[in-house]
């Protein structure tokens, strides 16, 4: 098992997933689907896609600002807001780390808003793997479960920090 490479979420982005998504949280929500809010850089945006694509796959139904047609074209209070509800409204919040989100003024933001807010078991960070094999993360990062994908089984499972064991994703998905 190794971290997410940037290459394999790049490859996730261009194709159309089998799952259909709801046009909003809550919709899937009323239908019984789990849904994610993605914190991540917009400098990363063809990775989210492709975290997003991923999840569907899965059922999941994953949140992204700047899908959002509501949010305001300049980030203001009323974004952080926004933001905030909607942390808050997803099941889950899945931190995308990467080099760029690593160093955003928002993402960290997120995460500590998100630690505050949420059950601890609700959050995970999503390590990725460049191209170049490089792995960005800070050491707070660390504290939370994170989201692998299994090389051998095409699975993805949630680890506990610091185990090397985890469990599959749906189990996990259940279980929040």
């Given at each position: 098992?190794?971290?997410?490479?940037?290459?394999?979420?790049?490859?996730?982005?261009?194709?159309?997933?089998?799952?259909?998504?709801f046009?909003?949280?809550k919709?899937?929500?009323?239908?019984?689907?789990?849904?994610?809010?993605?914190?991540?850089?917009?400098?990363?945006?063809?990775?989210a896609?492709?975290?997003?694509?991923?999840?569907?796959?899965?059922?999941?139904?994953?949140?992204?600002?700047?899908?959002?047609?509501?949010?305001?074209?300049?980030?203001?209070?009323?974004?952080?807001?926004?933001?905030?509800?909607?942390?808050?409204?997803?099941?889950?919040?899945?931190?995308?780390?990467?080099?760029?989100?690593?160093?955003?003024?928002?993402?960290?933001?997120?995460?500590?808003?998100?630690?505050?807010?949420?059950?601890?078991?609700?959050?995970?960070?999503?390590?990725?793997?460049?191209?170049?094999?490089?792995?960005?993360?800070?050491?707070?990062?660390?504290?939370?479960?994170?989201?692998?994908i299994?090389?051998?089984?095409?699975?993805?499972a949630?680890?506990?920090?610091?185990?090397?064991?985890?469990?599959?994703?749906?189990?996990?998905?259940?279980?929040?």
């Amino acid at each position: 098992m190794s971290f997410i490479s940037q290459r394999e979420l790049r490859q996730y982005s261009i194709r159309t997933p089998i799952i259909e998504s709801f046009s909003s949280i809550k919709a899937a929500k009323a239908l019984g689907r789990k849904t994610v809010f993605l914190s991540h850089s917009h400098k990363d945006q063809e990775l989210a896609r492709g975290l997003k694509n991923r999840l569907k796959e899965q059922e999941v139904d994953v949140y992204i600002d700047w899908e959002d047609t509501t949010m305001p074209d300049s980030p203001n209070i009323e974004t952080a807001k926004k933001i905030k509800d909607k942390i808050i409204e997803c099941n889950i919040f899945m931190f995308l780390v990467t080099q760029h989100s690593i160093v955003s003024r928002w993402c960290p933001w997120e995460i500590g808003y998100a630690d505050g807010e949420k059950p601890y078991e609700t959050i995970v960070v999503v390590p990725t793997v460049d191209d170049n094999g490089n792995y960005y993360g800070n050491e707070y990062l660390q504290l939370y479960r994170r989201l692998i994908i299994s090389d051998q089984m095409n699975k993805t499972a949630v680890f506990h920090p610091g185990n090397t064991q985890g469990y599959f994703f749906e189990a996990f998905m259940k279980s929040v």
